[in-house]
Nanobody
């Protein structure tokens, strides 16, 4: 069974940094696009950053220049380095990946359970 497990969330003061990690496990044939999304209660989940298997990246305007997404294909892991954090970055951060699992004919969308990031002012 494919799983995505996030870690690295926590409480940080404004201006501080955090690094999130997301590890994929299971019978994985290929990891395609992966990314980070975030959600605040009462609002829609929004894209934060994505990275393709070819390492092409895409960022939300609100995090451009502050956050950096990266991936280690050998470790089936992606990271989100978050610098200059602001109170408005407070949210549950979810890992997302399109994964071709061994028993499936094509890739499917998977989500982690999320990790809470709280930025105090």
């Amino acid at each position: 069974q494919v799983q995505l497990v996030e870690s690295g969330g926590g409480l940080v003061q404004a201006g501080g940094s955090l690094r999130l990690s997301c590890v994929a496990s299971g019978r994985i044939l290929s990891l395609n696009r992966m990314g980070w999304y975030r959600q605040v209660p009462g609002k829609q989940r929004e894209m934060v950053a994505t990275i393709t298997s070819g390492l092409n990246t895409n960022y939300a305007d609100s995090v451009w220049g502050r956050f950096t997404i990266s991936r280690d294909n050998a470790r089936k892991t992606i990271y989100l380095q978050m610098n200059s954090l602001k109170p408005e970055d407070t949210a549950v951060y979810y890992c997302n990946a399109i994964i071709h699992e061994a028993t499936m004919l094509s890739g499917m969308d998977y989500w982690g359970k999320g990790t809470l990031v709280t930025v105090s002012s």
